[in-house]
T-cell receptor, first 119, second 112 residues
Framework: GAVVSQHPSRVICKSGTSVKIECRSLDFQATTMFWYRQFPKQSLMLMATSNEGSKATYEQGVEKDKFLINHASLTLSTLTVTSAHPEDSSFYIC???????????????FGPGTRLTVL | QKEVEQNSGPLSVPEGAIASLNCTYSDRGSQSFFWYRQYSGKSPELIMFIYSNGDKEDGRFTAQLNKASQYVSLLIRDSQPSDSATYLCAVKEGSNDYKLSFGAGTTVTVRA
């Protein structure tokens, strides 16, 4: 249980285009999903917290108009990188919060990540 | 996000030895602590969590927590080459039950 998928796993796009990344909880309902970005040799940096049916909460320094987040259902959240530029190239990882009642106390489960390369 | 500090490494240990990883955190109100393992090019996977002071053992892994010192550690016994990865310490913020703050990670290399 507690499987999170992401699609696509890898995307290469031209500068100025938009890219959508999907994050799905496959066997549980996730009221909260998180989007992280990880640059090479660095740790995960939280970009935003996404709650189903409401607007995402963005971390300081993250442009909400550039990184559009939609959490339309309890199993799906999407991140759209608008007008992507080479500096947006990174590893984007989502996680979903699950209350599985097994002592995990609302643990976060991570998707496999999406490698974005902007040319 | 609150600060979580780890030695970046690399930490090199021979096969069969104990690897010891340390982590300190700044938010004294933090209650939940996690260790994730991340292989190169992959997303993190949870290997241990600890909420109470003291030791918690799971197989070859032991997590140790000292809230007074704001310190959490991970011991890997009988290290195997497959343990070679980056280990991320994560702390659930005391003021927010959901958000995790991650350390930069410690890279461990187990020499065969």
């Amino acid at each position: 249980g507690a499987v999170v998928s992401q699609h696509p796993s890898r995307v290469i796009c031209k500068s100025g285009t938009s890219v959508k990344i999907e994050c799905r909880s496959l066997d549980f309902q996730a009221t909260t999903m998180f989007w992280y970005r990880q640059f090479p040799k660095q740790s995960l940096m939280l970009m935003a917290t996404s709650n189903e049916g409401s607007k995402a909460t963005y971390e300081q320094g993250v442009e909400k108009d550039k990184f559009l987040i939609n959490h339309a259902s309890l199993t799906l959240s999407t991140l759209t990188v608008t007008s992507a530029h080479p500096e947006d190239s990174s590893f984007y990882i989502c996680s979903a919060r699950a209350n599985l009642g097994r002592g995990l106390r609302n643990e976060q489960f991570f998707g496999p990540g999406t490698r974005l390369t902007v040319l | 996000q609150k600060e979580v500090e780890q030695n970046s490494g690399p930490l090199s240990v021979p096969e069969g030895a104990i690897a010891s990883l340390n982590c300190t955190y700044s938010d004294r109100g933090s209650q939940s602590f996690f260790w994730y393992r991340q292989y190169s090019g992959k997303s993190p996977e949870l290997i241990m969590f600890i909420y109470s002071n003291g030791d918690k053992e799971d197989g070859r892994f032991t997590a140790q927590l000292n809230k007074a010192s704001q310190y959490v550690s991970l011991l890997i016994r009988d290290s195997q080459p497959s343990d070679s990865a980056t280990y991320l310490c994560a702390v659930k913020e005391g003021s927010n039950d959901y958000k995790l703050s991650f350390g930069a990670g410690t890279t461990v290399t187990v020499r065969a």
